[in-house]
């Protein structure tokens, strides 16, 4: 019952854009903090930016930040990722995921739910 679903993810030249979101039904998405990850073929999942439940304090990776902005929705259960100045190296299935815990740690290990990913290309 409980859902994350992705959307947004494609085909992208190096320095464009895409916004990434996420649906989440079946759980209190309100009162989560939530993140996105993603993981580049050969590499280990990694952290790109958390978001509390309030979308009042945000936590970026340092490979994305100026160039990535998290947000959410919690009337709609929604949470986006804008993605600007994409590079190859952004490549990547990205994954969204929440965390129900009071104080969010955004490790990957201590995420609640998952969503399926989108699959992110950048390349001329």
């Known amino acids: 019952q409980v859902q994350l679903v992705e959307s947004g993810g494609g085909l992208v030249q190096p320095g464009g854009s895409l916004r990434l979101a996420c649906a989440a039904s079946g759980f209190a998405f309100s009162r989560c903090a939530m993140g996105w990850f993603r993981q580049a073929p050969g590499k280990e999942r990694e952290f790109v930016v958390g978001?509390?439940?309030?979308?009042?304090?945000?936590y970026y990776a340092d490979s994305v930040k100026g160039r990535f902005t998290i947000s959410r929705d919690n009337a709609k259960n929604t949470g986006y990722l804008q993605m600007n100045s994409l590079k190859p190296e952004d490549t990547a299935v990205y994954y969204c995921?929440?965390?129900?815990?009071?104080?969010?740690?955004?490790?990957?290990?201590?995420?609640?739910?998952w969503g399926k990913g989108t699959l992110v290309t950048v390349s001329s």
């Open positions: 978001i509390n439940w309030s979308g009042g304090s945000s």
């Open positions: 995921a929440a965390d129900s815990s009071p104080i969010p740690t955004y490790n990957d290990y201590d995420m609640d739910y």
